[in-house]
């Protein structure tokens, strides 16, 4: 269950137990980053066949990271919601495009409100694969900043009014 797995990934992490949003929001991020892996088996099955096998669907979701341990950006960024939603923070996954290096096409990652402000959060970008360590170019950095320039927000996941809100 994503709900049970969620809380106890919001524990493990000691986001429940930090005591400002930046700390909490980073120590979901440093979690998902150490003990995910990016399925590149489901990204290539996704570009090549354009299908939606059970495979697929599953990194697509919070569960790939959560339960199965590996998903696509999309699956990275739900968990990061559903693990920052049990530790009190607000945040929401956002869906765009990028066009950098070998990374080109849909993605998704997450905003978190972190006193006042909406900050970018991209556990997937800051995933290096294997035993790596932990990068965090992509926590906690301004929508403006110019390592998101060649990142395009889609708007289908904001209402119109709310838009200057989360700095897009």
């Known amino acids: 269950e994503p709900s049970i797995a969620a809380e106890r990934a919001a524990s ?8 400002s949003d930046a700390d909490k929001a980073a120590r979901i991020h440093d979690f998902i980053v150490s003990t995910a892996e990016y399925d590149y088996a489901a990204y ?12 697929v669907q599953q990194s697509q979701e919070a569960y ?4 199965a341990g590996t998903a696509v950006c999309n699956g990275y960024a739900h968990a990061f919601q559903a693990i920052a939603q049990k530790a009190g923070l607000e945040t929401v996954v956002v869906n765009g495009t990028v066009s950098q290096g070998m990374t080109i096409g849909h993605h998704a990652w997450n905003q978190v409100q972190v006193d006042g402000e909406w900050l970018v959060v991209d556990a997937t970008w800051d995933d290096p694969g294997g035993d790596a360590g932990t990068r965090t170019d992509y926590l906690l950095i301004d929508p403006a900043s110019p390592l ?16 200057d809100n989360f700095g897009v």
């Not at 493990?12 to 005591?19: E, I, Q, R």
């Not at 290539?44 to 495979?55: N, Q, S």
């Not at 790939?64 to 339960?67: K, S, Y």
């Open 12 to 19: 493990t992490s000691g986001a429940l137990s930090a005591t």
């Open 44 to 55: 290539e099955t996704m570009g090549a066949e354009g299908t939606v096998t059970p495979r």
């Open 64 to 67: 790939g990271i959560l339960v």
């Open 148 to 163: 998101l320039e060649t990142r395009f927000t889609g708007y289908d996941w904001i209402v119109d009014f709310n838009r």
